[in-house]
Nanobody, 120 residues
């Protein structure tokens, strides 16, 4: 599985962005998928995850109610809609995929990151 993230950019606090993660290869619809982020001088953290069907989602407490993860298996694409952005959301956002169909657990495949910068 190869993953390509896009959609990052610079916005003011309170703004919105939608990230996309396009996957190539077989079996996208059977993979659990997730978004992670890494800010300068901080460890990478899990942001949101979605199971193979899209029926089950998970979120970092800090983003609950502001971020929405979704997927379109027909388009081999996962999304992260980020609303009410805060400066502390500034980070490189990475998408990842699991061989397993649920979203919790080790991720085997990683895409490159897309930068999100939120100014106050």
């Amino acid at each position: 599985v190869q993953l390509q993230a896009s959609g990052g950019g610079s916005v003011q606090a309170g703004g919105s962005l939608r990230l996309s993660c396009a996957a190539s290869g077989r079996n996208f619809s059977s993979n659990g998928m997730g978004w992670f982020r890494q800010a300068p001088d901080k460890e990478r953290e899990f942001v949101a995850g979605i199971n193979w069907s899209g029926a089950t989602t998970y979120y970092l407490d800090l983003v609950k109610g502001r971020f929405t993860i979704s997927r379109d298996n027909a388009k081999n694409t996962m999304y992260l809609l980020m609303d009410s952005l805060k400066p502390e959301d500034t980070a490189v956002y990475l998408c990842a995929a699991r061989v397993n169909g649920d979203a919790m657990g080790p991720y085997e495949y990683w895409g490159q990151g897309t930068q999100v910068t939120v100014s106050s």
